[in-house]
């Protein structure tokens, strides 16, 4: 089955740059109304993460079918120079400040897939 790859619509200013999310076409560093939508790159590194430990407040959050777990959320810096708030998706949760990341889903909020620090090799 084939799915199509995630994107996340930002915005880049014609004036000075600077890249924006979400998308807006007011820039965030300049104020000009001069900016135009653009994909963001789909991989980064985690910044910093916390993990949840409990279920948040519903709505907005939507539980599982099977139920809360705790989950790592995080800002995920791209190489454009911004950092994305997102859900992290790993096995564990420990030591993923300066994982990489890749981004699995934009909805309902950005969800990214964290692989550990070093590739271990198996076997
Ligand atoms: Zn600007």
């Not at 619509?9 to 007011?26: D, I, L, R, W």
């Not at 989950?71 to 564990?92: K, N, Q, T």
């Given at each position: 089955?084939?799915?199509?790859?995630?994107?996340?619509?930002?915005?880049?200013?014609?004036?000075?740059?600077?890249?924006?999310?979400?998308?807006?076409?007011?820039?965030?560093?300049?104020?000009?109304?001069?900016?135009?939508?653009?994909?963001?790159?789909?991989?980064g590194?985690v910044w910093t993460y916390?993990?949840?430990?409990?279920?948040?407040?519903?709505?907005?959050?939507?539980?599982?079918?099977?139920?809360?777990?705790?989950?790592?959320v995080g800002f995920v810096e791209?190489?454009?120079?911004i950092r994305i708030s997102a859900?992290?998706?790993?096995?564990?949760?420990?030591?993923?400040?300066?994982?990489?990341?890749?981004?699995?889903?934009?909805?309902?909020?950005?969800?990214?897939?964290?692989?550990?620090?070093?590739?271990?090799?198996?076997?």
């Amino acid at each position: 089955m084939k799915r199509q790859q995630a994107v996340l619509q930002g915005s880049e200013c014609s004036t000075c740059g600077a890249v924006g999310f979400p998308a807006s076409e007011h820039c965030a560093r300049c104020a000009t109304p001069t900016a135009q939508p653009r994909e963001l790159s789909r991989e980064g590194t985690v910044w910093t993460y916390t993990v949840q430990q409990f279920a948040p407040k519903s709505p907005p959050y939507v539980p599982p079918p099977e139920g809360f777990s705790p989950f790592a959320v995080g800002f995920v810096e791209l190489p454009e120079g911004i950092r994305i708030s997102a859900i992290l998706d790993c096995e564990d949760f420990t030591d993923l400040t300066g994982a990489h990341a890749v981004l699995v889903a934009t909805e309902p909020v950005p969800r990214f897939a964290v692989k550990p620090h070093t590739e271990e090799v198996n076997g």
